[in-house]
């Protein structure tokens, strides 16, 4: 079964705990995106990444951090430098080149509340 | 980079065609039309994109005129379980994208 499993589905925090969030792929795709959301809102873009071990920030880095040691996998960190945390998260995938790699898949999201 | 405007709401019934337009006016050479759908507390998925004129899949069609500067997304004979939030955006590659609010849409019976 292809696609991209996140975890965990919901997750409570609290201030001052850095937490991860997984993002795992069998698409064999080479791009991969965190974005968050806020209810109401739409995506935001945090960090992506076009091959391993190189990722690039997005709109809104700060307070979160990311590694790509592997195609298949992209977990973030959501730091304790986050001020506001709680949101919908969603990581995304894409091939970097040919048929396909303009459209974005998503994985179920993962929604993170600081208690 | 492109951003794009479309209404924050519609609503329709089922067994309609729902048209939801998405204006673009700075959108440039390079850059893809694309729409995504989605539903509460899930991520979007793809419905379809476009570069110029129509584009037709089992689900949805796209038009789009000669100057690109507006699309329109089609959805044919709508059920309760379209009700979602459809996003319009537009951008040469995935990293550029402006995701605005979208429009939620409401199907009634």
């Known amino acids: 079964d292809g696609g991209i499993t996140q975890s965990p589905k919901y997750l409570f925090r609290k201030e001052g705990q850095n937490v991860t969030l997984s993002c795992e792929q069998n698409l064999n795709h080479d791009a991969m995106y965190w974005y968050r959301q806020d209810p109401g809102q739409g995506l935001r873009l945090i960090y992506y990444s076009q091959i391993v071990n190189d990722f690039q920030k997005g709109d809104i880095a700060e307070g979160y951090s990311v590694s790509r040691e592997k195609k298949e996998s992209f977990p973030l960190t959501v730091t304790s430098a986050q001020k506001n945390p709680t949101a919908f998260y969603l990581c995304a995938t894409s091939p970097v080149w040919g048929a396909g790699a303009n459209v974005l898949t998503f994985g179920a999201g993962s929604r993170l509340t600081v208690l | 980079l492109a951003k794009t405007t479309q209404p924050i709401s519609m609503d329709s019934y089922e067994g309609q065609e729902v048209n939801i337009t998405c204006s673009h006016n700075n959108i440039a050479t390079n850059d893809y039309i694309t729409w995504y759908q989605q539903f509460p507390s899930q991520g979007p998925r793809f419905i379809i994109q476009?570069?110029?004129?129509?584009v037709t899949n089992e689900v949805a069609s796209l038009f789009i005129p000669a100057d690109r500067k507006s699309s329109t997304l089609s959805l044919p004979r709508v059920s309760l379980s379209d009700t979602a939030v459809y996003y319009c955006l537009v951008g040469e590659n995935n990293y550029q994208l402006i995701w605005g609010a979208g429009t939620k849409l409401i199907i009634k019976p």
């Open positions: 476009g570069y110029k004129t129509k």
